[in-house]
């Protein structure tokens, strides 16, 4: 935790908050912190800054805070991700967050497995915890947005067009593609695919909507890995 | 898995190999094999290319194998990471090994956990384990040296200026320094720190050994991440 995100709830006045649980935890164990420190703060969907602990117990901690500093830019880009299996799916919501991804859209795909789409990982509650830790570690402020697409076709086909349209569409996917482009300026629409990745029908739908297959070498990395080695690249 | 890896063990004949254990459970369960089947092979430290199965029960599998495709280009880095902690550590070294670093270092520094040390994980059967993981994922056959330096100050004032020598060398650090640079041409030495990174002192030394500072911007990412994305850019 690189940085106290707290929440509307926190506050019991305009510059002051008061918390417990986890966030409190990880200040008396992990910062070993103390009445008078000094902590890197920010507010879901505000502003960063500094929060002076006034009082550290094992009830709650309350500080004194000022926040005068805006969260780091997002990188311009939609995401498109075929539902990773629930243990990686929990990684790459924590990736996707700390890297400054504003837009995930998990998608269905032919090799995604049904099963995939019973896990608990999906909740709004889970999804929002992993995004939390991603801000927290990487200092953010501001959640990405998650989108459901449980049906491949009818968001590609009706839904994907308009979303891609005016950004560089790119299809990560292994084979022989030009090699995915690096430091563009512009905004981009990425799909990445699953395990064993998109099948060339998929590919066909997603060239239709205006996104072009690109590749990053002749190894298959896996979907956290590949998330974030094409992020590096293009930004 | 996406390369069956044979080692030399597991061959009854020069072009037959018989496997038990992990790699047959996979076979059975996830692949969903069946005799006859073609799967891409590869030995270990050798050649790839394709295994047909002559035999597939609950006890072996038996398969022809015709190894003649050389395996990826390493990249040309030698990779220093301040010994990550131990469920950190696994899946770095999978990463590493997964994305082509042929050399790897792990470091002592002000910031690592000396408990960190005690673990299991840094045991060589435990550290190959990982890296044989990550060759499996990514196709490649060599497996990454692993050097283990327990000792900051001596092994970057007595051995890092050799290593380093006629590299380009780097340390990803946070902070007021030039952005990593792009798709260089030449092998890299990269020093990347611990969770809340090298105290100012070990960065002097790194400077001293001939690396310079360099970042990746605002975000502070996991050390996992971090490998993921300056190799991404680098190369």
Sequence with gaps: MNLLLLEEADFVAPDRARLSGRRLKHMLEVHRAESGDSLRVGKLGGLMGQGQLLHLGSEYAELSVTLDQPPPAKLPITLLLALPRPKMLRRVLQTVSSMGVPRLVLLNSYRVEKSFWQTPFLEPDA???????????????????????????????????ELASGTLGL?????????????????????????????????????????????????????????????????
Aim: net charge negative; proline share 10%.
């Design 127 to 161: 999804i929002r915890e992993q995004l939390v830790l991603g801000l927290e570690q990487s200092r953010d402020t501001v959640l990405p947005e998650v989108i459901i697409e449980k049906r491949f076709k009818p968001f590609v086909e009706d839904r994907l067009p």
């Design 171 to 235: 299809i990560g996917h292994p084979g022989d593609y030009p090699a995915c482009p690096r430091a563009v300026n512009e905004p981009v629409t990425l799909a990445i695919g699953p395990e064993g990745g998109w099948i060339p029908y998929e590919v066909d739908l997603l060239s239709n909507a205006g996104l072009k297959p690109v590749q990053l070498g002749e190894r298959i990395l896996r979907v956290e890995t590949a998330v974030t080695a094409l992020l590096a690249r293009l930004y």
